[in-house]
């Protein structure tokens, strides 16, 4: 058969796909924390416009509205017995300033190639590049050999409820996956040293999301008398002992599979250290977080003080002040854990650690698997020359709900991205191209031909 790579049934590289993707990010879906500032109208007309450009999906699936905007839509297979579960999420973060985008964040510009908007990568292009692939295979009279079912977040940024909500409703059907996958890690280059072909990032795991609040009390009063070790004085030097003495560094099982994969495929002497990293597992905990952010988060549990609020007024002495710390928890370790090292790091009877929210780390996906080697095959066929390496997650998802209940949940997104991409994630100027938005399509319905 012919796998429709380039040229799909009802779609050629320039037109439906981008469109459908153009359509979408044009309908703000922002999720807030305050979920009254949310617009719900945006997530109504968003599914009403899938159902438009994707209608043989809407025609042939069975397609539920679940959790308020969410969608759970079952692709009949030839068996339903160990299914396949492909997931995305209709919602977006906010944008804080729109004048300082290249082109509007909600507009869907296409420019330099590219599709521009809030979404473009996270995640509606895996959500138009899932549903086109089903829509073409449809369009081509496939019937995929064991049920395929489609789980669309809609709360997704705001670790809201619709993924436990799918997860419910997958358990009461007795469904019980071969494999489920996420959005995660993509197509990359240049990420480890020494390594010069592209990388496949596949996400077997996730580290724990725990949100604490620092609060400090002090002696309030008026601006111009101040006192020594107010509330914000106190805050702050709890926020600079975080910062001054971080987790220590490790690495887990799966980040040593990463390198010794990543190691057969590097320069030496690259090639000779990744290859052991196994044996030499000390001296890299301590090597990779000098070689950037984004190595370090690979390593440790972090730390990211991300709100800060005090007085109310510019000539008041604030009696109470807050900072919100966002930790990302390793592989490995716990939330209580990270909690007992927060406060013996803060050491201020004075400043509280009132946790928030907290999610420990995922369990690791296996990859000696069949599961992960279709992954890693339809990498091999979609992207020559790419290798596909396991690593753990720095950011959540909400396959964590679906990790706490089956084994193999993976996180791949089938896109090629540039550092300049993955930055702008959650940032200015998102965008995907279009050549790797057609082949993350391509890449979905070679998986889907395969089950």
Known sequence: ???????????????????????????????????????????????????????????????????????????????????????????????????????????????????????????????????????????????????????????????GEAAEVAVAALKVRGVEPWFVLDEGGAVVQGVLPGVDAPLAVVGVSEKGTVDVELVAHGDGGHASAPRRMGATSRLARAILRLERRPFPSHLPDATVDMLERAGAHARMPYAAVFGRARRLRPVLSRVLPRLGHETAALTRTTVAVTQLSGSPGANVIAPVARAHVNMRVMVGETVDGALERIRRTVKDPHVEVVLVSGHGPSPVSPTADPAYGLIEATVGEVFPGTVAIPYVMLAATDSRHFHRVWPRVYRFTPFRMSDAQRAAIHGVDERIGIDDLHDGIAWYRRLLEQL
């Open 1 to 159: 058969m012919d796998s429709g790579w380039h040229t799909l049934r009802g779609m050629t590289r320039d037109d439906a796909a981008v469109e459908a993707l153009r359509a979408l990010i044009r309908i703000p879906t922002v999720s807030h924390w305050e979920r009254d500032r949310e617009d719900r109208s945006a997530f109504a007309a968003l599914l009403v416009e899938l159902r438009e450009r994707f209608p043989r999906l809407h025609a042939v699936c069975e397609v539920e509205r679940i959790g308020g905007d969410a969608l759970l839509v079952r692709w009949p297979g030839r068996t339903p017995v160990a299914p396949v579960v492909l997931m995305a999420h209709l919602d977006v973060v906010p944008v804080d300033d729109p004048s300082v985008w290249t082109h509007p964040p909600f507009a869907g510009d296409v420019a330099d190639g590219h599709v521009w908007g809030r979404g473009a990568l996270d995640c509606k292009g895996s959500l138009v590049a899932t549903c086109a692939a089903v829509e073409s295979l449809i369009a081509d009279g496939v019937t995929p050999g064991r049920d395929v079912w489609l789980s669309f977040g809609c709360n997704e940024e705001v670790s």
